[in-house]
């Protein structure tokens, strides 16, 4: 063969059969979408054969791999293994070659180059390129998952369910996490390529990529855009010109995509749902197995003390004295992954939030905190123990003050991370994980003071739009002598991750109490932050009992009647009764990853009491579980409407 010329006729990387024996069938990528850990196998069309060739991947950091003509794949380091010639006499012949990469390779995009030396020349030939993932099927990958239901669920699962509200009225929001929509895998990989540590020293950044601790960090400074080229501005001003309001997103590809086509500039608005949504998508197109944490009564301790204080004025009201504040809810994510950075015992779930909080090594990003360590109190464990531990743990000092002096103080140890949630897998319902952070666990208790008088409060029905809220003061005389009281029962307005504003609504009354007799007087109206003051008139002790609570807006219901198969026309019916006493009007979204190509939009005006009832027409193009969600955006009153339908795609019998 020496002196006679080769010639590369055509290349076939095998696509489809790869990214399916790799689990990557789905993701849409410009190249070839592979799982670390893994051999894929290409047929490379010659007209002569070769004297010594090697593969090589280019990059900042090339990996040259010699083509052996015999042997296994290597596990431990890239290996190219010639599977087999097909003789061809008068054609061209093919060489089938297998490339492996170690299941500690660098994830991200490479290039493949064929390089050929014949005795005289050197010739290189572009193969095109490919996209490196995690791999959580790979038992040696430092995201191996055991369980394949799992695996299915957190990796490659696009329908999601994000908790909202207050543990003791809990909303459920379908979110479409959206990695297998068209370029979405490419962008999530441009987070990687934008971050101040690749842009600062490609490298190191390259090598690092290797280890999801490393990736997790990056990720969750990428997601906001506070230090960087980051994707989301979080706004929890109340005022949204210039950008959209949080609560209308409904899945991840708008915002990603947003975020791409505005040349990396930050995508308007996100709160901490939107954040973690964002991210959760981000890790599982990585290949990280990931999930999306609430953490009910979400504790920001801006003092590292461990304690949140809330001041109280005499008749009930909240004051703005404090930095520290409890959110009614707090959304993260925890990533799969192991931990030989901590040492035996901390492998597993870990917590990675993308709020921009706190700077952790002087860049808005929070984790990987394993859950493990924040249950274990591990405060010195990587990374920031201490500020997720206070999250789920920290006590509340309830302080009431009249002139500058201190009435009464009270503390509560069971308010913050009363609840802490996520979707269970395979179904749209809550699973608790509150015990996996907290050795204990419980709801709000009275307050007692030693003058005998105890006092709750307790919601009669969850809180609807439109409708009045019912409650209940109890008031219980543990005294033998009867008491004459004054009751002070206040509400404010509140944002979800902030103290209360001003009071729209009061009252005081005089209540007479036997002894050993409890009361509950009937109070109604529209409440979001309720605190009841009883004062003792003789001794002018005073005990407080305080409720935060969130209003549920209406839902809108889907339904479709057959079984569904993928690439059939199906027809899907959205329901929604208009329960305001006046008309309503807005805009009314349906989407649906691998449901609806487009999404559908349509203008609407329901009368009040009137029920709107809205086909949508789809077509399924990929087979399990999918989500129909639904959104209704009300100028008048200004709310977001939701809701959802999982469907079951099935492939054709």
Not at 436 to 459: C, D, H, M, R, W
Request: proline residues 5%; glycine residues 6%; hydrophobic residues 40%.
């Amino acid at each position: 063969w020496e002196g006679r010329e080769f010639k590369v006729r055509t290349i076939d990387l095998q696509q489809v059969q790869n990214q399916t024996h790799h689990k990557t069938d789905g993701l849409s990528s410009s190249t070839v979408v592979l799982r670390r850990g893994q051999a894929f196998t290409n047929s490379i069309f010659v007209l002569y054969s070769d004297t010594h060739s090697s593969l090589l991947s280019a990059g900042p950091v090339s990996v040259e791999v010699p083509v052996s003509r015999l042997g296994q794949p290597s596990l431990t380091q890239w290996s190219a293994v010639l599977e087999r010639r097909l003789p061809n006499p008068t054609g061209p012949r093919a060489l089938s070659v297998s490339l492996s990469s170690p299941a500690s390779a660098s994830i991200g995009v490479y290039t493949l180059q064929l390089r050929v030396e014949a005795r005289l020349n050197v010739k290189t030939h572009s193969l095109g390129q490919i996209t490196l993932l995690c791999n959580p099927w790979c038992q040696t990958d430092s995201v191996f998952l055991q369980s394949e239901d799992l695996r299915t669920e957190y990796v490659r699962s696009d329908i999601g369910l994000l908790f909202k509200g207050s543990p003791g009225n809990m909303v459920s929001r379908p979110w479409s996490f959206d990695q297998f929509e068209k370029g979405i895998l490419d962008i999530c990989m441009k987070l990687l390529q934008l971050s101040p540590q690749h842009q600062a020293d490609m490298r190191t950044d390259l090598q690092n990529r290797s280890n999801p601790v490393y990736i997790g960090r990056v990720i969750s400074a990428m997601v906001n855009s506070n230090d960087d080229k980051g994707v989301l501005m979080g706004n929890w001003s109340g005022d949204y010109s210039g950008g959209i309001n949080p609560s209308q997103w409904s899945g991840s590809a708008d915002i990603l995509k947003k975020w791409a086509e505005a040349q990396f500039r930050p995508v308007k608005y996100g709160q901490c749902w939107v954040f973690a949504a964002v991210m959760c998508t981000v890790m599982r197109a990585l290949g990280i197995p990931t999930r999306v944490i609430t953490n009910f009564n979400s504790a920001h301790d801006t003092d590292g003390n461990m304690v949140i204080e809330e001041y109280y004025n005499e008749m009930g009201k909240k004051l703005s004295m404090s930095k520290d504040s409890i959110w009614n809810f707090h959304v993260w994510v925890e990533s799969w992954m192991k931990r030989p950075d901590l040492g035996q015992g901390y492998d597993g779930w870990q917590v990675l939030d993308a709020t921009p909080q706190e700077k952790s090594a002087g860049m808005f990003r929070c984790g990987p905190a394993a859950v493990k360590a924040i249950y274990q109190k591990k405060v010195e464990a990587q990374y920031d123990v201490p500020f997720i531990f206070a999250e789920v743990n920290a006590d509340v000092r309830t302080i009431i003050i009249k002139d500058k002096k201190v009435l009464s103080t009270s503390i509560d140890k069971k308010r913050v991370g009363a609840l802490i949630s996520t979707k269970r897998p395979g179904s749209m319902l809550m699973q608790d994980i509150t015990s996996e952070y907290k050795t204990e666990k419980a709801f709000g208790f009275p307050f007692l003071i030693n003058t005998g008088i105890e006092v709750s409060l307790q919601l009669l029905k969850a809180p609807v739009v439109g409708e009045n809220i019912s409650f209940n003061v109890i008031i219980t005389n543990n005294m033998a002598a009867p008491k004459l009281l004054k009751k002070h029962v206040n509400a404010q307005n509140k944002e979800y991750n902030r103290n209360p504003t001003g009071t729209f609504w009061e009252a005081h009354d005089d209540v007479k109490i036997a002894p050993n007799e409890s009361k509950s007087p009937a109070v109604e109206d529209y409440m979001v932050n309720l605190a009841v003051v009883i004062e003792d008139v003789e001794s002018q002790e005073r005990v407080l009992a305080s409720e935060e609570f969130n209003i549920r807006s209406p839902a809108l219901s889907i339904q479709n009647e057959f079984s569904v198969v993928i690439n059939t026309p199906q027809v899907a019916t959205v329901t929604f009764t208009n329960l305001f006493n006046v008309a309503v009007s807005g805009e009314l979204t349906v989407s649906g990853s691998g449901l609806l190509e487009e999404k559908a939009q349509m203008t609407i005006t329901i009368q009040p009491r009137e029920t709107m009832k809205r086909p949508v027409n789809f077509t399924p193009k990929m087979a399990g579980a999918k989500m129909l969600s639904a959104s209704l955006v009300l100028t008048n009153p200004p709310t977001v409407l939701h809701g959802f339908k999982t469907i079951n795609v099935q492939a054709p019998a």
